[in-house]
């Protein structure tokens, strides 16, 4: 796992490990790994041309000090000013090594020899802002991340990119695009949640000391060797209901497709057994796309019984309908003691209907809730779909607190919050996701784990990264379909399984 923590938390660490190291000791550290870094992404630093964007906080420090380092091995380096005031050692040890300090105290400043320097130069360096800095970049410092941004040189961002909350990936107005972030100590929960981590690029820890004086991670990113460990592997002795028999409540006359997506997910990722209850025409292309499917004709008016099976988890939701009678069967689930996925038309009556959100807040078995972000509004009353993409982070996590359930957010960046353990974020989500079904198919694929016997954070962070790596894998990254993916999940697994 990679792990994430929050400002405060890493603030305290570095209080720790000052008090016991020589003054400007973590600075020169993360100074040498940020130029390590700078050298690694030039064919050569004699000679190349180096432009770095100077606050006046630390990262404006570790900048200017990763400047000299570079310019003492023959880089031209020129660092602009975005204020009055730069870490005076910094400055110093800059000048001193031969490179150059330009101003930029206002954005009408910004011409002449600043534009020189970002678009006549072969990297650019963003130390703007530290990572107590909120509510976006203010001038000149907004004017100096576009002029950055529409540079032909790669940009690289120091701990992280100017204008992106460290704690929650919020954006507010303009912000720095880096290519790569090199990130010091630990990870920050901001490079891994969006709209943040689409602006982090690719993000590289230097490792400064911190580790022993920090406590548990606020969020964790899970790497394949993680969901190697977690995913469930059949032993000779495993039979059907040994590997899990999962009932799936989904689909409908209007919505078949939503039906043969979900259980399809669920058999690629090796389900023992599927049960399969709806109405007569779903339940025909169910049975005609997988013959392996045991079904039932069910109208939710006539009865919600979980059917024969020894079921071991139940996925209800998709393409399912709002019809009360659908309420009336999400209810009947929800007082059962299995685990239970709610998805779609299920989310949709749980926040229409104050009873059903009393009933996932009371029940005692593993409840695994799988919203877009339009879904958690309706989850979340007085709060609109726009301020959760905006701050997603902190909407997920009041949505697993409030429901006591486990809360997978889907979209851009997949977040998973579950009561008293650390955020997940996924690093495996792709825009080739953005496509009709797919979220069916997530739904049967974290079934599956449910039903073999996960819990439902663990069920949930594996089946969203088999989803991630199957949409890739499916057409080699070409656009696909939602039943691109059921092709694809098998190989996903198997690439997983090969990780130690």
């Not at 000090?65 to 110093?92: E, K, N, T």
């Amino acid at each position: 796992m990679r792990s994430a923590h929050n400002v405060g938390v890493v603030r305290e660490a570095e209080r720790i490990l000052m008090d016991r190291l020589p003054e400007g000791s973590l600075m020169a550290r993360a100074a040498t790994g940020l130029a390590v870094h700078c050298s690694r992404m030039s064919s050569k630093v004699y000679g190349s041309r180096v432009t770095l964007l100077v606050g006046s906080g630390d990262n404006g420090g570790d900048a200017l000090y990763a400047g000299a380092i570079l310019a003492g091995r023959g880089a031209f380096v020129r660092a602009v000013a975005a204020g009055s005031r730069l870490h005076p050692g910094g400055a110093a040890a800059l000048r001193d090594a031969g490179g150059r300090i330009l101003e930029a105290v206002a954005a009408e400043a910004l011409a002449g020899e600043v534009q020189t320097a970002l678009f006549d130069t072969d990297l650019i360096v963003d130390g703007l802002l530290g990572i107590g800095g909120h509510g976006g970049l203010r001038e000149p410092h907004a004017a100096l991340a576009v002029l950055a941004a529409n540079a032909p040189a790669p940009v690289v961002a120091v701990d992280l990119p100017g204008g992106v909350d460290a704690d929650t990936g919020e954006v507010a107005g303009y912000a720095i695009r880096a290519d790569d972030t090199v990130t010091f100590g630990t990870y920050k929960p901001g490079l891994f949640v969006d709209p943040g981590a689409e602006r982090a690029g690719r993000i590289h820890l230097v490792d400064i000391g911190l580790g022993p004086e920090l406590p548990g991670p606020d969020l964790v990113c899970p790497q394949a060797v993680d969901i190697a460990r977690s995913l469930p592997t059949p032993s000779n002795e495993s039979d059907k209901y040994r590997r899990g028999v999962l009932a799936v409540r989904a689909g409908s006359d209007r919505y078949r497709g939503a039906a043969v997506l979900c259980v399809g997910g669920a058999l690629r990722v090796g389900a023992g057994m599927v049960h399969y209850g709806g109405a007569e025409g779903a339940l025909a292309q169910v049975i005609s796309r997988w013959p392996e499917t045991v079904g039932t004709p069910l109208d939710p008016v006539a009865g919600t019984d979980l059917g024969p099976g020894r079921v071991a988890a139940v996925v209800v939701g998709p393409g399912r309908g709002t019809h009360p009678a659908n309420a009336d069967e999400v209810r009947a689930l929800l007082k059962s003691d299995r685990p239970v996925l709610l998805d779609a038309d299920a989310l949709t009556l749980v926040g229409a209907h104050a009873r059903l959100a009393e009933l996932v807040r009371e029940r005692p078995g593993h409840t695994l809730m799988t919203p877009h972000a339009g879904e958690l509004a309706r989850l979340l009353p007085g709060i609109d779909r726009e301020t959760i993409e905006a701050r997603r982070l902190e909407h997920v996590t009041m949505a697993a607190t409030l429901y006591r359930a486990t809360v997978l957010l889907k979209g851009s960046t997949t977040l998973i919050a579950h009561p008293g353990a650390p955020t997940v974020a996924d690093a495996t989500g792709t825009p080739l996701l953005a496509t009709a079904g797919s979220g069916d198919v997530l739904s049967g694929v974290a079934g599956a784990l449910l039903a073999a016997g996960l819990p439902a954070r663990e069920a949930a962070l594996c089946a969203v990264h088999l989803h991630g790596r199957a949409a890739v894998l499916a057409r080699d990254g070409a656009p696909i379909s939602a039943s691109d993916l059921l092709e694809a999940l098998p190989r996903a697994v198997a690439e997983v399984s090969q990780n130690p």
